[in-house]
């Protein structure tokens, strides 16, 4: 009951239409969390959301938010962990589709490291790292992508 109540709502969500930045991975961590849990899902929004993003990588681990590259927390805060588990939800599944989620998976996978090993770097002996960017409340998800390699 409880699971088919949390899907329904999801669903719901599709009316709303995403800006082409890394909102379109909100929309695909939905849908791919309602393919891995047996829901009817949207693969169109996760499919879309998949080559945006990979029309944004910048290199070493890096990624654009949207069609102009801003030096910024964002690969850390929403690119790596929502696109690394939004394909993983999707090879979890065991969806049949255009794309080739795993292969999608294993490449953000090497992204993700190296961006992590540029990320550790920027740790101070002391804990602390450079404040840059364009907010402070993302600042304090930046270092999810070391939990994730860990």
């Given at each position: 009951m409880t699971k088919k109540r949390y899907l329904a709502e999801f669903a719901k969500l599709r009316h709303i239409d995403p800006p082409y930045t890394n909102w379109l991975l909100f929309s695909s961590t939905i849908e791919s969390f309602m393919a891995k849990a047996g829901g009817d899902f949207d693969e169109y929004r996760v499919n879309s959301a998949c080559r945006k993003v990979e029309e944004w990588y910048v290199g070493d681990g890096w990624y654009a938010d949207g069609p102009v590259f801003a030096f910024d927390y964002y690969s850390g805060y929403v690119f790596h962990p929502m696109y690394l588990e939004t394909l993983q939800a999707m090879v979890d599944a065991k969806v049949n589709s255009r794309?080739?989620?795993?292969?999608?998976?294993?490449?953000?996978l090497k992204r993700c490291q190296k961006y992590s090993i540029i990320l550790e770097r920027f740790i101070s002996p002391e804990g602390t790292f450079p404040a840059f960017g364009r907010s402070i409340p993302y600042r304090m998800a930046t270092m999810q992508p070391l939990a994730l390699m860990a």
């Open positions: 794309l080739d989620y795993q292969k999608y998976y294993d490449r953000e």
